[in-house]
């Protein structure tokens, strides 16, 4: 059962490339990208014989299903091209290569989009699975062979991340109701019509409870609630864990509260 | 070569902050390569504990009931398959259908252990150990399992598995039939009906556990906790 290929050092690409004899000086490749990703679509560009890069990889994606038989072959060869290309810049990736992940990244985000959307995710969440898929490659690209097909990998990484937040909007759905008429004529009895008068005065103590936080804590506010960022988010920016943001963030909230009781 | 689309801005923040991010990493070795690993400690780790047990009447004791090799084949398989099937569920892409993998030495395991009982109720000579002996087999295959665990945690850490639940079932399931395999170096008596069943509740004890602990070794990225 076991059909995983042996990870080496050399992806196929690179195998069928240096069995080509043909000089890999002259050929034009992608701009932006680091010197071992040109390296390895050099590789790409030699194994499918000058295959041009179609520029939209999610309607190649799309495309496979044309009608024709020739135009299906092309589909079929563009897909062949795009996955190789994306393997190539993963195993780039791999190595270190900062530039070829950028454009690898990018390059995905169409295509998630697309799996996401054909799952039946909403378009006001796709971009919610995009970012999941993202910090997922991220953290298993590992975990992916260079032997294998990249956008097959890919495909199956968004068509979970896309079901998990379909199942969690399910779930969300069920416990709570849509009601925004309702909700705007619910009376809100604890509301201080006299309250707007003091919140110019309410901000200056806050920034000035802000300004006295320490450095970590003060970070974890300002991502986590003054920038709505999400906590896999800021894990990933700023380069901290998720515990050690959610504990900075309770230290700080706690400080904070502190610091305005004594203020009064 | 990039496309660029309005459709990417939103997502350039963080595009770029997981480029700033990267470091080289090596692939993974195939899941096969990588139970293997955990196989050989774990048959090392039996190597050393066979110099402290008593080997005569381990084999005395299978030349008796033949079924026990049977079972203790059924264990080493379940060991086998089960640390495979929980290698490969901890890639990302990886199908849940592995998880079946290891069913039919788990039934090959559990008949052949039950026939070790039902040679307890036929024939009425058979010596059934008493509830304290019993424990002992309790606390060993919980012992085995804490290191054989920590290996197979610490191992499945670098994967990152999009089923977590099912990889660390699968994962305590080895775990749990690699304990159990191991204990037969020290089980100085066949299997009998209360036995058995202690010896279900230590392997179904180790299977929960590690379902509860192991399924957090990869709660990075999750919706439930990122929201």
Not at chain 1, 168 to 197: K, M, V, W
Request: glycine share 6%; charged share 20%.
């Amino acid at each position: 059962m076991e059909r995983r290929s042996r990870p080496g050092p050399v992806s196929p690409c690179n195998r069928r490339a240096a069995s080509s004899e043909q000089p890999l000086k002259g050929r034009d490749s992608a701009p932006g990208v680091g010197e071992m990703g040109r390296r390895n679509m050099l590789a790409v560009a030699d194994a499918t014989a000058f295959i041009p890069y179609s520029g939209a990889p999610a309607e190649s994606m799309v495309a496979s299903h044309a009608r024709t038989g020739s135009r299906r072959r092309m589909a079929t060869a563009e897909q062949t091209a795009d996955d190789m290309r994306r393997s190539a810049l993963m195993a780039a990736a791999q190595a270190g290569d900062k530039t070829a992940y950028q454009t690898l990244l990018r390059d995905c985000v169409p295509l998630i989009g697309a799996i996401a959307r054909r799952q039946g995710v909403s378009a006001d969440q796709v971009d919610d699975v995009v970012q999941e898929v993202l910090l997922t490659i991220h953290r298993a690209r590992q975990t992916y062979d260079p032997g294998r097909s990249f956008t097959a990998w890919l495909r199956v990484i968004a068509e979970r991340r896309a079901i998990d937040l379909l199942r969690q909007s399910g779930r969300r759905g069920a416990r709570e109701l849509h009601a925004p008429i309702a909700f705007e004529n619910y009376p809100d009895e604890t509301a201080d019509p006299a309250g707007g008068l003091h919140h110019a005065d309410d901000s200056g103590r806050v920034s000035r409870a802000l300004a006295s936080l320490p450095p970590r804590q003060r970070q974890a506010v300002q991502s986590l609630v003054l920038n709505e960022q999400s906590l896999a988010e800021a894990s990933a920016l700023t380069r901290r864990s998720k515990g050690s943001l959610k504990v900075n963030l309770h230290r700080a909230l706690k400080s904070l509260r502190g610091s305005m009781e004594r203020e009064g | 070569m990039s496309n660029a689309t309005p459709q990417d801005a939103p997502h350039d923040r963080l595009i770029e902050g997981l480029a700033s991010d990267l470091r080289p990493v090596q692939p993974l070795p195939s899941p096969g390569r990588r139970a293997m690993i955990w196989l050989g400690f774990v048959i090392l780790a039996a190597l050393v504990l066979s110099l402290i047990a008593d080997l005569s009447a381990f084999a005395q004791r299978f030349m008796a009931s033949p079924d026990m090799w049977l079972a203790m084949l059924g264990s080493a398989l379940t060991a086998l398959l089960a640390a495979i099937a929980a290698f490969r569920l901890s890639l990302p892409d990886s199908s849940r259908a592995w998880a079946w993998l290891p069913l039919p030495a788990v039934l090959l395991w559990i008949i052949a252990s039950g026939l070790g009982c039902l040679r307890d109720v036929v024939l009425p000579g058979t010596y059934v150990p008493p509830l304290g002996e019993t424990m002992e087999c309790l606390a060993i295959i919980v012992a085995l399992s804490v290191p054989f665990s920590l290996l197979m945690f610490a191992m499945l850490r670098e994967a990152f598995s999009l089923l977590p639940g099912l990889t660390a079932t699968i994962a305590g399931l080895a775990v749990a039939a690699a304990s159990a395999t191991v204990l037969n170096l020290f089980h100085p008596f066949d299997a009998a009906v209360v036995d058995l069943l202690v010896h279900a509740f230590a392997v179904a004890l180790v299977v929960v556990v590690s379902r509860i602990y192991g399924a957090r070794l990869w709660a990075f990225p999750n919706f439930s906790k990122a929201a």
